[in-house]
């Protein structure tokens, strides 16, 4: 079980389907209610990040913290572009 908040970096996180997303670069901290607001992704699986862009997880997409953490909400991939309007 975690103790502290930090000892979430570094760990490994996991989509809903078991693919590798990457490591915990950082937290991202509420100050003002002292909370965990989300995790910081610095380095990315490029099969679900275009470019192996940076990303920051909110807190509730989290379903499992242990040894990993399983994320329960994932997008099928992330992508800077802009959608085209019809």
Do not use: C, H
């Amino acid at each position: 079980m975690l103790e502290e908040a930090s000892e979430l970096i570094g760990l490994q996180v996991y989509t809903p389907s078991g693919i590798f997303l990457g490591n915990v670069n950082n937290l991202v901290i509420d100050l003002d209610n002292k909370r965990v607001d989300g995790l910081f992704i610095g380095e990315t699986n490029p099969l679900l990040v275009e470019e192996s862009k940076a990303v920051n997880l909110p807190f509730r997409w989290i379903g499992a913290v242990g040894d990993v953490i399983l994320l329960k909400y994932f997008p099928k991939r992330v992508t800077t572009k802009k959608p085209v309007k019809i």
